[in-house]
């Protein structure tokens, strides 16, 4: 019974915040959210603990019966209607996913809390933070796909309206807007690879469909292929994967804890969410599977590469989110399940911290992003440097953190995947090389060198949110210990997926050194940052914007530009050239033969009875003619 | 006798007709408005009675009687709406009552 009131706390207290919304004080709506955000933590932990004595490990409740579906498919002759319900269903993985959305979910908020006092619509934010943690946990703890694409487009809309937050400034709508639009393309390929998914499979009931589907397909079948193509199109679209990534640097442009809860911790991960939870269905789809690899290892590595030219904080940890999703998805690509969700949580940990921690240089020092503009904050700012740290260390996969268990996870099952293999084994230590490179070249540029900032530096010395933060960072760093244990959700797998024996021994090893080479290579090429002057870095800023190479990594390796020019100046060529909407201009006509045959009929009924007479007339000449000739 | 050619009678129940209607359509007085249907319906008992006497038979002055009968109700309704239209409108112009105009 826990579980079904589980999104209500956040709910009823995001109904509240938005009906009295300015009405409410600060410390009156901090109460209500953090304090729903406290409730559903403790009812999260609760729920954890006493999954291991319950039934199969499973905790499931019926809500209400939604909706049924009718069935027109002859293949599935067994079931006539399906029903949709409300319907909540907690295994091993929506456990680990509640603990992180409503845990860290609740660090944010409580962090948010002290950074967004003084904002006039503090209320309306702290709602909207609070419906997102609602859709979030609907989308994590749905039993059908029909209840997770409910939490699929909620999240979606919260994105948006947090993103667009700001909305004063025009910049921050159009980042809103092209998130929105970006992330539709693959909510529609999702929607119909649900479609596809009831019309051969009858149901969309999580648990029924892993079972039917083991049952009626075979490996490699037509049908798996395009239905785990579709759905992998919906989460590369959510997760900011190659080819539809663009939107998620911009989203930059929302207030820092959102970014930290939206854009780093939880729904930018739904996407590897959804792939995991449909693992019974990837399963027979290897090929489809290798693609999921590609799609993560590419973007792994586009996303590395831009995030070497940036120069704005928060946007270069965009960019490190965009890799480490990407390493998720090479890890669900190569079959190594467990340790993908493993990595989902710490990258959460590690990654809320990175940019809460941010955001708390942002703010001591007054809004300014730019990282050429900032430097020698270790002295400054030793409580926040010391943070940050923890968390690149931790982004790094330096051993003994808990990025270094979950990465090194996912990379130890590649080599051996049957469909993953070598080449992308070499994709994701590159990618490790180059993370660590941009981790430290981030550093160098904000806590090492000279003081480049010219303002005052207005440290915030909140308890609470340094209380958050702290939290956060323990956990990064003890994150790594935390046992999970998937057998009884990922073995269904019906592929062997290792194909075990012929592993080099040199792998782990040259794992471990990675990190170390790309602190060592960064320390030695990017010396100026630390010890040159004020003036030799600006300089070297002012060169870099110049740089071909450098500005085509910085724009996110060409692909804005590419789309602006491949879709969106065509469409809106076509739009401008059906300016007046042909088909419009069709029904209008109609409209108008209408109007003009009202006319002349109403004018004949002028009232002037010699008129009429003279119709009379007319009428029986015409009549009387026709009736002749 | 001389018998009068049936087209000769049409003809001048046509242009009785017709007259009567020119009548109709072009004066605004309705009381010469009544007196034109009066002729239009006489040139209709005309052609009547022409029909009759060519077929030899009592049809058409049977037919003649109903008009005339027809037409002393006509014009009994008609005066008495006359009546009233003087006394509402101070006027008998028939375009006064356009009230009905779509």
């Not at chain 1, 909305?167 to 390929?189: P, S």
């Amino acid at each position: 019974m826990l579980l079904a009131v589980l999104p209500f706390y956040p709910l009823i207290s995001f109904l509240l915040l938005i009906l009295f919304k300015k009405r409410l004080s600060w410390a009156q709506a901090s109460f209500l959210s953090v304090g729903a955000m406290f409730l559903c933590t403790l009812t999260s932990f609760i729920l954890v603990f006493s999954l291991d004595s319950a039934p199969d490990n499973v905790i499931s409740v019926h809500l209400w019966q939604w909706f049924t579906l009718g069935l027109s498919v002859p293949s599935a002759s067994s079931a006539t209607e399906s029903a949709i319900n409300f319907a909540f269903y907690l295994d091993a993985l929506s456990a680990v996913m509640i603990c992180v959305v409503s845990g860290v979910g609740f660090l944010i908020h409580f962090f948010a809390m002290i950074y967004m006092k003084d904002d006039e619509n503090y209320s309306r934010f702290m709602a909207y933070m609070n419906l997102f943690i609602v859709a979030m946990l609907i989308l994590v703890l749905a039993d059908n796909l029909v209840l997770l694409y409910l939490g699929w487009e909620g999240v979606g809309l919260c994105s948006f309206l947090l993103i667009g937050f700001w909305y004063q400034e025009k910049e921050n709508v159009l980042a809103a807007r092209k998130a929105f639009i970006v992330t539709r393309v693959g909510d529609t390929a999702m929607a119909i690879g649900l479609f596809m998914l009831f019309n051969s499979l009858g149901s969309l009931n999580i648990q029924e469909l892993s079972s039917l589907a083991t049952m009626q397909w075979s490996i490699e079948s037509e049908q798996a292929y395009w239905i785990c193509l579709m759905l992998l199109g919906g989460a590369v679209g959510k997760s900011a994967q190659l080819p539809l990534q663009t939107w998620l640097p911009d989203a930059m442009a929302g207030p820092t804890p959102v970014s930290a809860l939206i854009h780093a911790a939880t729904m930018v991960t739904a996407g590897v969410y959804l792939i995991a939870r449909m693992n019974a269905l990837f399963s027979l789809s290897p090929e489809v599977m290798n693609y999921v690899a590609w799609v993560g290892g590419s973007t792994l590595l586009l996303a590395g590469f831009a995030a070497l030219a940036q120069s704005d904080i928060k946007r270069i940890l965009a960019y490190s989110t965009m890799s480490q999703i990407g390493y998720m998805m090479l890890g669900l690509g190569a079959g190594a399940w467990s340790a993908s969700i493993f990595h989902l949580m710490t990258h959460a940990f590690f990654k809320a911290l990175l940019f809460l921690t941010a955001g708390a240089v942002i703010y001591a020092l007054h809004h300014q992003q730019n990282i050429f503009k900032m430097g020698g904050m270790a002295k400054k700012l030793p409580f926040e440097t010391s943070l940050f740290a923890i968390g690149l260390l931790c982004l790094m996969a330096i051993p003994g953190t808990s990025g270094f268990f979950s990465k090194e996870a996912i990379i130890g099952e590649l080599w051996s995947s049957s469909t993953a293999g070598a080449a992308l084994w070499w994709c994701a230590i590159f990618g490790a090389l180059i993370t660590s490179i941009y981790s430290c070249r981030l550093f160098f540029l904000v806590f090492l060198g000279n003081t480049r900032f010219t303002g005052a530096i207005e440290s915030s010395q909140s308890k609470r949110l340094k209380g958050a933060l702290i939290t956060l960072a323990v956990l990064s760093l003890i994150g790594g210990f935390i046992a999970l244990d998937f057998n009884t959700i990922f073995n269904s797998s019906v592929i062997a997926w290792s194909d075990s024996g012929q592993e080099p021994s040199w792998l782990h090893t040259v794992a471990i050194a990675t990190p170390f080479v790309g602190i060592l290579i960064s320390w030695l090429y990017f010396k100026v940052y630390r010890v040159a002057l004020p003036e030799e870095v600006a300089r070297l800023a002012e060169k870099s914007e110049t740089h071909f190479i450098i500005r085509f990594c910085r724009n996110g390796l060409g692909f804005d530009w590419l789309y602006s020019n491949v879709i969106v100046t065509p469409f809106t060529f076509i739009a401008k050239l059906n300016k007046r909407d042909v088909v419009d201009q069709i029904l209008m006509g109609t409209a108008w033969y209408v109007t003009l045959w009202r006319d002349v009929l109403s004018a004949s009924q002028n009232g002037l009875i010699r008129w009429y007479a003279a119709g009379f007339a007319f009428g029986l000449v015409v009549i009387v003619g026709a009736w002749l000739l | 006798m001389t018998t009068i050619p049936l087209e000769h009678v049409l003809i001048l129940a046509s242009i009785l007709f017709i007259i009567g209607f020119v009548g109709v359509i072009v004066r605004k007085n309705t009381l010469f408005m009544l007196m034109s249907l009066e002729v239009m319906l006489n040139a209709v008992g005309v052609a009547f009675i022409g029909a009759g006497s060519v077929w030899q038979a009592a049809d058409g002055q049977v037919m003649f009687i109903l008009i005339l009968t027809l037409a002393a109700a006509e014009v009994a309704v008609g005066l008495a709406l006359l009546v009233r239209m003087q006394h509402c409108f101070k006027s008998l112009d028939i375009d006064c009552l356009n009230q009905l105009k779509g």
